[in-house]
């Protein structure tokens, strides 16, 4: 039975070598942290972590000895942010309990148990990494490292946690800065020892003898590869929680352990919804995020083949995806899905429309009964001037063309996606996306711009735009001539909104999306007050 060490525990309660993981990638740990138990059963193995991702990965923590929280483990950092995600890294030596450490990156494979020769290896030197490679990893690479603890290498961490912090609002990587640490230490009498690369294979996924990347040729295989994907693994995944928070509860936060977020909306999304995907593209580099691609309806039989192959922490897809079918393509994935539900305007406006006439709208209205209970119910105005398929968002959202009721259609949508959310609310949106996603996926908000849409669809504001632009426009005009005009547009403007209003399935759908979706937040809101 593993155990959970407390801090206050003496360094006499563990072995004097274990292999250390520090990360909220939770499920790629616990994969690696297998995949070394398979070659060293009787290896000490110590996971520091946030208290999310410990929840999240629940039994699966059974294969480490010691587990830490990272927020009692690193009480000054915040490792729910992006940039103190990757500072509890550079503490981890740190923190780690034993006297000789191997310190490992969650997507390592051990093919080899690595301590058989790194652990006597320490006895006479500091510090223990593999050098060389191309691009980033041409210098000390810290995806694999070995350690004694000692006054040297507490002071390697020193030094790579104050150069990292000199440049982290420009990068979140933290590779080069350790490279310039190692050169200062080493002046200071660190003792450095290069391992061959067959203790840091990058980008290798088999055990195989293989090409690496300095140029030299592993004949008997890696002891240890540096890679996502890895085949052997591939079905090893981890069992992990995907359930729902319900809709008056603030969202717990998400671990690395979640691995997909997608985010669709129907065809014709608005600027608002591309604006929020192009924000997602910005952390791809940073942030390690997998972006799939914009799909739309002609791309969409690619989009499975960009989920299967990509064993990324998460990606995000913006297309004219049907809700049950990307949640089946991810359903291996713990996806948190996101529906965006568009007003019935926003829709309308999609369609392009030359401005309809009053008698046209009349006498489609005339066929409407609101109540739903009438013969003149079906075909409603938009089938009828905008000749779009009525209630289309909603159909898409529940994916089946019989939903025919507002509680239907958001009962299919809600035991579909973790929540839908109004294309228009997009600061709410990000907002909870954040309290939902991965800690090392936060920094949305910085890159989102929070330029606000807001759908006017109260008939006064648009016909007091309206007035107010016929009055410096229409100045040519006698004051009669202005009094009809205003008429006009404010008699249009209650037909545009009934208009709207006519197709009531979509603009039902569209209003329960805007309250959840606000009580959610309210909720969180007096979450977090109680809290202080």
Not at 253 to 278: E, T
Request: charged content about 25%; overall charge positive.
């Amino acid at each position: 039975m593993r155990r959970l060490l407390a801090l206050a525990l003496t360094a006499a309660a563990t072995p004097d070598e274990g292999y250390l993981f520090v990360t909220n990638r939770g499920d790629e740990a616990v994969a690696s942290a297998r995949s070394l138990r398979r070659v060293a059963p009787a290896a000490n193995i110590t996971f520091v972590s946030d208290a999310a991702t410990l929840r999240d990965v629940g039994p699966s923590l059974q294969v480490f000895d010691v587990v830490i929280r990272a927020e009692k483990a690193f009480p000054d950092l915040d490792v729910h942010d992006s940039q103190g995600f990757r500072l509890q890294k550079l503490r981890g030596g740190l923190a780690s309990p034993y006297e000789r450490t191997i310190f490992l990156d969650s997507d390592t494979r051990a093919c080899k148990d690595p301590g058989k020769t790194l652990f006597p290896l320490l006895r006479n030197t500091d510090v223990a990494c593999v050098w060389g490679g191309r691009g980033n990893h041409s210098g000390a690479s810290a995806g694999v490292l070995a350690f004694s603890k000692n006054a040297r290498s507490n002071a390697l961490w020193r030094h790579w946690e104050a150069k990292y912090r000199t440049v982290m609002q420009r990068t979140r990587r933290e590779q080069p800065s350790f490279q310039v640490a190692v050169r200062k230490a080493k002046d200071e009498g660190l003792r450095v020892a290069k391992l061959p690369m067959i203790y840091n294979c990058r980008n290798v996924r088999h055990c195989r003898a293989v090409q690496l990347k300095d140029g030299t040729y592993a004949d008997k295989g890696c002891t240890v590869i540096h890679a996502h994907d890895f085949e052997s693994d591939l079905q090893d995944h981890v069992e992990l929680s995907t359930k729902k928070s319900d809709d008056g509860a603030c969202p717990p936060h998400l671990s690395g352990a979640h691995r997909a977020v997608g985010i669709i909306h129907p065809p014709g999304a608005s600027s608002s919804v591309k604006r929020l995907y192009d924000a997602f593209k910005q952390l791809k580099n940073d942030n390690d995020f997998s972006v799939c691609g914009r799909a739309d309806e002609a791309q969409t039989r690619d989009l499975p083949a960009c989920f299967e192959q990509s064993n990324k922490y998460a990606a995000v897809v913006v297309g004219a995806y049907k809700v049950p079918d990307l949640t089946q393509v991810l359903s291996s994935k713990a996806p948190v899905v996101v529906a965006f539900v568009r007003h019935p305007r926003e829709r309308m406006a999609s369609l392009h429309l030359a401005l309809v006439t009053m008698e046209a709208i009349q006498q489609c209205l005339g066929s409407v009964d609101f109540s739903g209970k009438g013969p003149g119910h079906s075909p409603s105005c938009f089938m009828t001037e905008g000749h779009d398929v009525d209630n289309a968002d909603a159909k898409w959202l529940c994916g089946s063309s019989q939903c025919n009721t507002v509680d239907e259609a958001w009962a299919v949508a809600s035991s579909s996606v973790l929540f839908v959310a109004p294309a228009d609310k997009l600061a709410l949106v990000v907002a909870e996306l954040e309290r939902r996603l991965p800690a090392h996926f936060l920094g949305l908000k910085k890159a989102y711009p929070d330029r606000r849409r807001v759908l006017r669809s109260a008939t006064e504001d648009r016909a007091s735009r309206a007035m107010k632009h016929l009055k410096h426009v229409h100045h040519h005009q006698t004051a009669r001539e202005r009094h009809k005009a205003r008429t006009a547009h404010w008699e249009h403007a209650a037909l545009e909104d009934a208009f709207v209003a006519s197709n009531p399935i979509d603009l039902g759908v569209y209003d329960r999306a805007v309250a959840a979706l606000e009580q959610r937040a309210e909720a969180c809101a007096g979450t977090r007050r109680d809290n202080h």
